[in-house]
């Protein structure tokens, strides 16, 4: 499956290069880490990082151990250019570690905002959290007509049946009097408080990996949940307020496309970066977030949704488009193409016709196409002798083909110049389908700050 001998037949002028790379990683180890029950939070990580969390999000713990293995100390800057919702900079700021991130979801940069905000006063979180709740709790007693509900073009974003009827009236309720109470310094905490109430006890959604309806509530205990939420955050906020290191180093974060991360960070000012890209298989990570996303208000159409999508690495055949073109980036690797021709060989096998399952084979070139365009722009604000930490699992997910991500993603950052450190064997996961264990494991890379004197090997793309 790897790319070396594809790469000897027409690539003449790589072959030195290219044994190189053979040698370092054919002296790769791989270092078992742990077991399943490493990917849950721990007791005492749970302030502000479960204030609101992907149900697909890494532990805590991961983050702390390679800022311990790579030696990162306060004198470093750690960039999470895949952030979800937050969980290396929230760790990071939790170990005094100056750091930054980068996220596209819009609800998820929200969340990852507020979890590295830990300036409200608890005790005034708490007192406009009564307030807000008796002022909804008179108006539910009082309101006379229609119950309120979203607007036709957001209810289209959401999943059908989402959230009932009257938990969701009580929900815009209380969202009314948040913004209209709330200041600029408290709102946040608040409405990240009722997103994270309403995914885990308001809706009808279920998480399993697939997000999916469950049976429909006629009603919730709103006004209540939303409390023990905001209640959850000022304890963790008395917490975080006290820790030994006083003021932490506050993360930077940016709603961004981490294949274009130069236009938000400035030339080597990166000195690790520790994160988890999305993984390629059919999970549209948009859908973990939409219910909230459309409540507080960051996608109200369509369009919306679909603008947001351009801005995500292609990780799923839902946001492949026709203008696409980060395939270019490796359409001479011959593993990738290899998998490519399989999963559209199985695909006809079967008797496969849906248009998203015809998208297949793109999806998985347009994945690693855009992990190589981020990787080639990442080498800019790097500085040299940066250290770096890639999360990722192999996957099943395309008509049950087996793609190697860790090992691929290896190859594309050694075309880029990158070095291959290691491979980490993180945890093994069993897969939905087949129960199959799956291996997730951590790439590690170095950048040395001295650009390649050889071509990129898998596309005529610029060194």
């Avoid at 790319?3 to 990683?25: D, K, R």
């Avoid at 790579?70 to 979800?84: E, Y």
């Avoid at 608040?190 to 809706?203: G, N, P, T, W």
């Avoid at 129960?435 to 700050?449: A, Y």
């Amino acid at each position: 499956m790897g790319s070396a001998v594809g790469l000897l037949l027409f690539l003449p002028l790589w072959s030195a290069v290219l044994e190189g790379a053979v040698s370092a990683q054919s002296s790769v180890t791989v270092t078992q880490l742990g077991k399943r029950d490493r990917n849950q939070v721990q007791t005492e990580d749970r302030a502000a990082h479960c204030w609101y969390r992907f149900i697909l999000s890494y532990p805590p713990h991961l983050v702390r151990d390679y800022l311990q293995k790579l030696a990162l100390t306060a004198d470093h800057r750690v960039l999470d250019p895949f952030c979800g919702t937050g969980t290396t900079v929230v760790e990071c700021q939790k170990q005094g570690i100056p750091s930054v991130g980068t996220e596209a979801n819009p609800m998820a940069y929200f969340a990852s905002s507020v979890k590295t905000d830990w300036s409200p006063a608890p005790d005034t979180l708490l007192t406009l959290a009564d307030q807000i709740a008796a002022a909804s709790q008179h108006d539910l007693a009082t309101h006379q007509g229609p119950l309120k509900t979203l607007p036709d073009a957001a209810q289209k974003v959401i999943l059908k049946g989402s959230i009932s009827p009257r938990p969701l009236h009580k929900t815009l309720l209380l969202l009314h009097h948040i913004r209209t109470q709330a200041p600029l310094t408290q709102a946040p905490h608040l409405k990240l408080a009722l997103a994270k109430a309403v995914i885990d006890h308001i809706s009808n959604l279920r998480f399993g990996p697939e997000v999916g309806i469950k049976k429909p509530k006629d009603d919730a205990p709103v006004f209540d949940l939303w409390q023990q939420q905001v209640e959850q955050i000022a304890q963790d906020l008395v917490q975080l307020q006290r820790a030994p290191l006083g003021r932490p180093p506050a993360a930077r974060i940016y709603q961004a496309d981490a294949r274009q991360i130069h236009t938000v960070l400035p030339p080597q000012s990166i000195d690790a970066v520790i994160t988890s890209p999305p993984y390629p298989n059919e999970k549209d990570y948009t859908r973990t977030t939409r219910l909230e996303s459309v409540l507080l208000g960051f996608i109200q159409t369509k369009q919306q949704l679909r603008i947001l999508k351009q801005d995500l690495l292609r990780s799923n055949s839902r946001n492949v488009y026709t203008a696409d073109q980060d395939d270019r980036w490796v359409d001479r690797h011959t593993g990738i193409q290899t998998i490519a021709k399989e999963i559209e060989t199985r695909r006809q096998d079967l008797g496969k016709t849906s248009g998203f399952t015809r998208l297949y084979p793109r999806a998985v070139t347009l994945y690693f196409g855009g992990i190589a365009r981020h990787l080639a722009e990442l080498r800019h604000i790097l500085r040299p002798g940066a250290q770096l930490a890639y999360v990722v699992g192999d996957q099943k997910s395309y008509l049950q083909v087996m793609i190697r991500t860790g090992q691929i993603l290896g190859e594309i950052a050694q075309g880029l110049g990158y070095e291959l450190v290691d491979i980490d064997l993180f945890r093994t996961r069993l897969a939905s389908a087949t129960q199959e264990p799956m291996n997730e494991e951590v790439v590690l890379l170095r950048w040395s700050g001295q650009w390649p004197d050889y071509a990129y090997p898998y596309a005529d793309m610029p060194r």
